[in-house]
């Protein structure tokens, strides 16, 4: 009797009219999530965007200051279409932004105790020594005229590609357009979601 009477109470509270609403209430709460969640992803996206954009601008600004060509984005991408043997149109570039590799805090800090290299050409490094047996002496800041700020100038381009089901993941020198880093792995396109 008691399981009748509780069955009975379930029937009057669950009625076919409450589960329709329920269910209507379900999807129209799935459908505003859904819709937040796709504005959150967009605006996070623009924001990105938006970032990269002022890296770049900043990049550029500072190779102008230095008087530094850098390699434009079509020819970049076809250095990274060849470091990884495929052609530029068979590939999906997704992401290609300019970046100091200096201020990278783990490339900083790996380079930091070492002795400062010479990024000069050739042609610009001044003779050794004062013609007299005795070593130049590099003032306090400089490394055989050139300052430690300018050191620390590394323009790369990261780039970020895909084609066959792989993804690609390229560090290019923006001077040289020497590939610094490349790494390959399995690409689907939830991925980017």
Not at 55 to 76: C, F, K, P, S
């Amino acid at each position: 009797m008691e399981q009748k009477g509780y069955t009975n109470w379930l029937k009057r509270i669950f009625t076919p009219r409450r589960l329709k609403l329920g269910a209507v209430l379900v999807v129209v709460c799935a459908i505003v999530a859904g819709g937040g969640a796709w504005y959150y992803h967009q605006q996070k996206m623009e924001r990105k965007a938006q970032i990269q954009q002022a890296q770049t601008r900043m990049v550029e600004y500072q190779a102008a200051q230095r008087n530094v060509q850098l390699i434009g984005v079509e020819d970049i991408k076809a250095i990274a279409a060849q470091a990884v043997g495929k052609d530029v149109a068979e590939l999906r570039f997704r992401e290609i932004s300019l970046e100091n590799k200096w201020d990278d805090g783990n490339y900083r800090n790996a380079r930091r105790d070492r002795q400062p290299r010479d990024v000069r050409p050739a042609a610009a490094a001044p003779a050794q020594g004062n013609g007299q047996g005795q070593a130049a002496q590099a003032t306090p800041g400089q490394h055989d005229g050139w300052t430690r700020q300018e050191e620390f100038f590394l323009p790369i381009y990261e780039i970020e590609c895909n084609g066959d089901g792989l993804g690609y993941e390229l560090e290019i020198n923006a001077i040289t357009g020497e590939v610094l880093e490349s790494e390959v792995e399995s690409y689907f396109i939830f991925d980017e979601l």
